[in-house]
Every structure is written in C-alpha cells, then in structure tokens.
C-alpha cells in the first residue's frame, strides 16, 4: 500500500553514515526531507507537525530547493504499533 504525505517542505539534510561495529561495513546517509503538516483538530483549530521522510538517494534531485513550498511525497510505511487507516473528504 502507498500513502500520498502532503505538507510544506521545511528543510532536508543528510544522516550521518553508519558503521556496522562487528563488520566495519559503512552504509550511507539517508537524506531526510522535513514536512510540515497540518491537521485540522475536532474543535477547528489546526495542529502543525513536523515529519521527517527519508527518500531514496535517486530523489533527493527532485526535493532539493523545494523549501517553502508545499509538496507531496509518495510513501511506503511501516510501524512498531497497529496501523489504523480512516476515510478522508
């Protein structure tokens, strides 16, 4: 299942590489893009979010100087929890 994230970029950045400690292998940095989200609460007023999406390195070209303005980003997700999905308008 793919979800659709829509929300102002706020920034982008970098992790650090990883080093695995028992083999030495290093694994690149993903890069980050910040959204800032907005959902509209029961009682009408709006709660901003800020959500950090990692993004293939293949992508990050097409997010780059984006900031400021409101983007969507095609997601996969996973979860530690149970996931619940509702209908939107």
Same mark, same amino acid.
């Given at each position: 299942?793919? &979800? *659709?994230?829509?929300?102002?970029?706020?920034?982008?950045?970098?992790? $650090?590489?990883?080093?695995?400690?028992?083999?030495?292998?290093?694994?690149?940095?993903?890069?980050?893009?910040?959204?800032?989200?907005?959902?509209? *609460?029961?009682?009408? @007023?709006?709660?901003? @979010? *800020?959500?950090? !999406?990692?993004? $293939? =390195? @293949? *992508? &990050?070209?097409?997010?780059?100087?984006? @900031?400021?303005?409101?983007?969507?980003?095609?997601?996969?997700?996973? =979860?530690?929890?149970? !996931?619940?999905?509702?209908? !939107?308008?």
């Amino acid at each position: 299942m793919i &979800v *659709l994230i829509e929300g102002k970029m706020f920034g982008g950045y970098q992790k $650090p590489d990883f080093t695995n400690k028992e083999t030495g292998e290093t694994t690149k940095g993903k890069y980050i893009v910040q959204l800032m989200t907005e959902q509209k *609460l029961q009682n009408d @007023e709006i709660k901003n @979010e *800020l959500m950090d !999406v990692s993004i $293939p =390195a @293949e *992508l &990050v070209s097409k997010y780059k100087g984006k @900031e400021g303005q409101t983007i969507q980003i095609k997601c996969n997700y996973m =979860a530690k929890e149970k !996931v619940t999905f509702y209908g !939107v308008l």
